[in-house]
């Protein structure tokens, strides 16, 4: 079974993995700019294994969901 996770915050209507497109032209507008936050904590490379990548991206997710002092991140998972 195949599972997906993404970060988005709590005040956007759009699915980040479903419906990206959508939720992306929201997340900019608002200026949270959470793929570039993403990108900063997570340490991914285009030499590493898709697999290694998508648990440093969880972990990152984790991290920014857990030190988020404004609560406004949440973790969505599809499976």
């Known amino acids: 079974m195949s599972r997906t ?3 988005t915050t709590i005040d956007n209507p ?3 993995i479903d419906q990206f497109k959508e939720w992306f032209m929201f997340d900019t507008a608002k200026g949270y700019n959470t793929c570039a936050y993403l990108a900063r904590v997570a340490k991914t490379s ?3 294994p898709d ?3 998508d648990a440093e991206t969880e972990r990152a997710i984790d991290e920014i969901v857990k030190n ?3 609560r ?3 973790k969505v998972v599809h499976t």
């Open 68 to 70: 988020d002092p404004l």
């Open 51 to 53: 697999e290694t990548n």
């Open 46 to 48: 285009e030499m590493l």
């Open 72 to 74: 406004i991140y949440k």
């Open 5 to 7: 996770v993404a970060i």
């Open 14 to 16: 759009f699915d980040p």
